[in-house]
């Protein structure tokens, strides 16, 4: 009875271990930034930390070495290197890991990825240039909000700062708030008298602006309604409730009086 006891609970710690490391799994999968042949370099640099915190990126970097090895350094090695080979084939999509499909070792499978997409110094000067030309002509769209436009301007700022262009702050805020229309001129005067002020202020005080500006196009559109039949401002005459509770009537009394002239007609 106690022997059965044990297998019994023994069973059940084993179903517990599999379900936590099921678990684990499934979270390392969620935390595994997944590369689908574009941004190849951002990618990398959240692999290459991924890796260093599984203690996994010095398989990588490591270079290959014709000393003997102890037995259990080397299967230590070979556990580690398949660990960093397993992240790196979840972390591309399908499409890419047919690319990397008969690598043998983590280090191939980043090298292979890395002659395919990898960028030379030519590729990041075109890339910088062409971002560049998108920041200096930036404008606000029509239908484009304050967020929408400041994202815009801070994503392309940063881009340049990956590659390694200085990009300060101010001349972030001096790019958003020249290329607004001119409906912000007050708020842009103002904010150029201010110092020491950051994008989120800025950003902040054109939300305002922009949100004083829809509830006045508010009240003007509604200003311009008139119902005819009621004679009121508060909606135009095909939205009248009046009318139309009127028009029902109308119809119904119609209905009415046409089936009464049928009627009589049928007795005549």
Not at 178 to 194: D, M, Q
Request: charged share 30%.
């Amino acid at each position: 009875m106690f022997a059965k006891l044990l297998m019994t609970s023994g069973l059940h710690l084993q179903q517990e271990e599999r379900i936590i490391a099921m678990e684990a799994q499934t979270q390392m999968q969620q935390l595994v930034p997944v590369f689908n042949g574009n941004e190849y370099e951002l990618w990398s640099i959240k692999m290459r930390t991924l890796l260093m915190s599984r203690d996994l990126w010095d398989v990588i970097e490591s270079e290959t070495s014709d000393q003997p090895m102890e037995e259990e350094l080397v299967k230590s090695q070979r556990i580690k290197d398949m660990s960093a080979l397993y992240m790196l084939q979840m972390s591309v999509s399908d499409t890419i890991f047919l690319r990397i499909a008969r690598a043998t070792s983590s280090k191939q499978a980043c090298e292979l990825l890395k002659a395919e997409f990898g960028e030379t110094e030519s590729i990041r000067d075109m890339k910088k240039q062409n971002v560049g030309m998108m920041y200096e002509n930036l404008i606000m769209g029509e239908e484009e909000s304050v967020d929408e436009f400041a994202w815009r301007v801070m994503d392309l700022a940063n881009r340049l700062r990956f590659y390694g262009r200085n990009i300060p702050d101010d001349d972030v805020i001096f790019r958003i708030v020249t290329k607004l229309p001119a409906s912000f001129n007050e708020s842009v005067s103002y904010i150029r008298t201010l110092k020491d002020v950051t994008i989120t202020e800025v950003v902040e005080m054109l939300r305002g602006d922009e949100w004083g500006q829809r509830l006045m196009d508010e009240e003007a559109s509604g200003s311009e309604k008139w119902c005819e039949f009621c004679r009121k401002k508060s909606h135009d005459t095909s939205e009248c409730y009046l009318k139309n509770k009127k028009v029902r009537r109308l119809r119904e009394s119609l209905v009415v009086c046409i089936i009464l002239v049928k009627e009589a007609c049928k007795s005549c």
